[in-house]
Antibody, heavy 125, light 106 residues
């Protein structure tokens, strides 16, 4: 199984960041996993953004919840992230990941076991 | 839940026993994961649920602890273990990570 992030590397302040994660070698339409977004910046380290289940259920980081939408596109075997009203603080490497856990579908004991390579997103005018 | 890791960095020799500690700000039962990250790469899951070694991870890595005190141990440090290690709690949302421990080889 492989994951690959795609999207613009540069976004202007106040605009919307849109990223897509394409999954190959397995289906996102699986009851065994969540699919998540995590970002990493020098200032804030690793930050979980949110996760989605094949049913469409989502869990979001409260610090970003008002600005994020995670969607799954099962026909394309992709899931996506939209982050609105971006600022320089949203500059980071964005990773998508498969998330597993023995309690799934309960969102407990979740570990990100397969990651994409990451995509750098800079917010700048 | 805030995750505090210690130390933030360490330097050790090949063959040394290395211990990294992670303290959640509240009890997380045993829902603690450890990741290894090398420069320019995504984090790699090493251990989940405190002590379960992911398939393919060398047995020199081990995890222990519970509630509010967790440890990652490398029993005999190897050159390829130079990396930054992160703990992550999976007990409640938002999932949160520790600040990382950078391990260097002397």
């Amino acid at each position: 199984l492989q994951l690959q992030e795609s999207g613009p590397g540069l976004v202007k302040p106040s605009e919307t960041l849109s990223l897509t994660c394409t999954v190959s070698g397995g289906s996102i339409f699986s009851s065994s996993y969540y699919w998540g977004w995590i970002r990493q910046s020098p200032g804030k380290g690793l930050e979980w953004i949110g996760s989605i289940y094949y049913s469409g259920s989502t869990y979001y980081n409260p610090s970003l919840k008002s600005r994020i939408t995670i969607s799954a596109h099962t026909s394309k075997n992709q899931f996506s992230l939209k982050l609105t009203s971006v600022t320089a603080a949203d500059t980071a490497v964005y990773y998508c990941a498969r998330q597993s856990g023995t309690k799934i579908p309960v969102f407990l004991g979740i570990a990100s076991d397969i990651w994409g390579q990451g995509t750098v997103v800079a917010v700048s005018s | 839940i805030q995750m505090t890791q210690s130390p933030s960095s360490l330097s050790a020799s090949v063959g040394d026993r290395v211990t990294i500690t992670c303290w959640p700000s509240q009890s997380i039962r045993n829902y603690l994961n450890w990741y290894q990250q090398k420069p320019g790469k995504a984090p790699n899951l090493l251990i989940y649920d405190t002590s379960t070694l992911r398939s393919g991870v060398p047995s020199r890595f081990s995890g222990s602890g519970s509630e509010t005190d967790f440890t990652l141990t490398i029993s005999s440090l190897q050159p390829e273990d130079a990396a930054t290690y992160y703990c992550q709690q999976s007990y409640s949302t938002p999932l949160t990570f520790g600040g990382g421990t950078k391990v260097e080889i002397k």
